[in-house]
């Protein structure tokens, strides 16, 4: 395989680059198409170039409120990020000990990544539900003050929301933490140690930032997980909305082209993170190289 | 000596205790205990508007209801799980294949890790944004008047659009093909880049074939990621009904499906029968296929 260029490598370069057109094509088409003119429709040709569309989406005349999704949809995932990443992080330092019960958090984590999400999403709600019932019929007759008869529901946006996307950004955050950590040279932490570091200085000094790049990028997967979340959503949300749970709905009922605009604004909101994110990974490896630490180089 | 280190290996014990704890009680509160109500659920009794909390099978019973009447024919949702479990092969066949072999190519063919990275990046960049705006993407192309169907009926290909493109089974799978062949790639090429390369340079002086290196070398070897990824892949097929809703205008039925017509109907426990069912389906198609490898020791 030290030869030249084989044959073989020209065939699945091409292959490659269809697979790279077929993921980029699409969706091209429809940041293209999101900017018609007021008279142009769902599909090519061009009738004119406009911002049109992504006015009349501001302007909330066309469609559902869109403004306030995207701010719900924006919060929760700062949320689901600074949760994942804080529960992934100290999970992952937990798993470099032995304890009983980590076969079954690892098992757990594991499951609640492959179990059809319209399942966890029904458990959730059914639970709420229960909670709701009990309330309702039970507390509400026990006196202990007026917010038991006013009890509407205990599901929202943050309470089984927020736990609804949990249970899908945390097996992510605890798997990246196990790459990070199978590749992690111990005699850092134990050079610190005999160096008389306490824990919490080797983990602040030590530790995390040499693990800080990916913890970055788990802050990434929280974020863009969450922001397009929706299979778990889809029961679990309560009376609100998030914006792809919006965008879903309106996938059946628009015939303009706002539904591209609104595609186009939302991953421009992703590839925002994506980028801000990736460029941050960089600058903060390109720090550990120029300060000499050779701790890098076991995290490819 | 050995009571400091008792005393020690405890005081660890509790400190993993308090780091792990977190997140198990996010599991445990928003996933264990769901799917445990789901199940106790699905045997209890409903009306129109309520769930009641006595025992009842009907939500099983509704949903077989005339599987055995109506023999030979199918019923509803034997005919439901033949076709999602028909959606199922297709799409893994499918993602398999072109996972397979994009894996292969950033593995074994792009030398420079810079590439590697780069070419990654490119891949799972799509996997960080919406699903939902990556399958209405497919309408300016595959709808009436879209690029496909013009292209074709100016080439005088055909004289009238082509309706089976868009809101279709073929519409399903393509877009389920296009949205999770990534989480094939990740699996198969996290197998491959741990494969000897000296390997492989071994067997072709030994005199084996580019074909005969893939089949008795890289497959074997890459087995784990293979089936990694096909648990990914089957369950999400599975109990889809998003991708099924949007692309099948809402007209194709799939196992996940099912679960949502019920839940908007409010038949709660019904919802939940199924869900069970769908649980069951998917955890013995797990089972089968972790037989094969041992998922653990591969993270």
């Not at chain 1, 937990?94 to 984590?109: D, E, N, P």
Request: glycine letters at 8%; a positive charge.
């Amino acid at each position: 395989m030290r030869e030249g260029r084989s044959k073989a490598f020209y065939l699945l370069a091409t292959f490659f680059a269809g697979y790279v057109l077929f993921l980029y094509g699409p969706m091209i088409a429809i940041f293209i198409l999101s900017f018609q003119g007021p008279e142009g429709g769902l599909t090519f040709p061009m009738n004119g170039l406009s911002l049109h569309w992504f006015y009349k989406l501001f302007a909330g005349t066309g469609i559902v409120d869109i403004g306030s999704a995207f701010v719900r949809s924006l919060k929760l995932g700062l949320v689901v990020t600074v949760v994942t990443v804080v529960l992934s992080v100290a999970a992952g330092m937990a798993f470099r000990k032995t304890f009983r019960g980590s076969a079954v958090l690892f098992y757990t984590a594991i499951a609640s990544l492959i179990v059809p999400s319209i399942i966890t999403s029904l458990g959730i709600a059914l639970e709420f539900r229960l909670i709701d019932d009990f309330i309702h019929k039970h507390v509400s007759g026990w006196g202990v003050g007026a917010w038991a008869s006013d009890w509407q529901t205990g599901m929202g946006l943050f309470t089984s929301g927020l736990g609804a996307h949990l249970s899908w950004t945390l097996p992510f955050g605890l798997l990246i933490m196990f790459a990070i950590f199978n590749r992690f040279d111990h005699r850092l932490e134990e050079a610190a140690r005999d160096l008389g570091a306490t824990p919490s200085q080797t983990f602040r000094h030590v530790v995390l930032p040499i693990i800080l790049p990916s913890v970055v990028g788990i802050g990434l997967f929280g974020f863009t997980l969450s922001w397009d979340e929706l299979a778990r959503s889809s029961q679990a949300i309560g009376a609100v909305n998030t914006l792809p749970l919006e965008l879903q709905g309106l996938t059946t009922t628009v015939t303009k082209p706002d539904i591209y605009a609104l595609g186009t604004l939302t991953s421009a909101v992703s590839f925002l993170v994506i980028f801000v994110a990736l460029g941050v990974i960089l600058i903060l490896r390109k720090r550990q190289a120029r300060h000499g630490s050779d701790a890098h180089a076991g995290i490819p | 000596m050995s009571i400091a280190r008792t005393l020690n290996d405890a005081r660890s014990e509790l400190v993993a205790w308090l780091q792990a704890g977190p997140m198990m009680l996010v599991f445990g509160l928003f996933f264990l205990l769901p799917l445990a109500l789901v199940i106790i659920v699905s045997f209890w009794d409903y009306n129109e508007y309520e769930i009641i909390p006595r025992f009842s099978a009907r939500g099983y019973t509704e949903t077989f209801e005339g599987c055995l009447t109506e023999l030979p024919n199918l019923c509803t949702i034997l005919k439901t799980y033949l076709k999602t479990l028909k959606l199922c092969f297709l799409v893994w066949a499918i993602t398999l294949t072109i996972g397979f072999t994009v894996a292969y190519f950033l593995a074994f063919h792009v030398r420079s890790t810079t590439w590697q990275i780069v070419l990654s990046l490119l891949c799972t960049i799509p996997f960080w944004t919406s699903n939902v705006i990556r399958m209405i993407a497919w309408i300016p192309l595959l709808g009436r008047n879209g690029l496909v169907n013009s292209g074709l009926q100016k080439a005088g290909v055909i004289d009238k659009p082509l309706e089976w493109l868009l809101f279709s089974e073929f519409a399903v799978v393509l877009a389920l093909v296009h949205l999770f062949t990534f989480f094939m790639v990740v699996p198969i090429f996290n197998s491959m880049i741990r494969i000897d390369k000296r390997l492989i340079e071994a067997a072709y002086d030994a005199g084996a074939t580019g074909w005969q290196t893939l089949r008795d070398i890289v497959i074997p070897l890459a087995k784990p990621g293979i089936v990694i990824g096909s648990i990914f892949v089957i369950t999400i097929v599975m109990g889809d009904f998003i991708t099924v809703g949007v692309m099948g205008g809402q007209q194709i039925a799939s196992a996940g499906k099912i679960i949502e017509v019920r839940l908007n109907a409010l038949h709660f426990p019904a919802a939940a029968a199924n869900a069970v069912i769908l649980l069951g389906f998917t955890f013995l198609i797990i089972a089968s296929l972790s037989r094969l490898v041992d998922v653990r020791k591969e993270l």
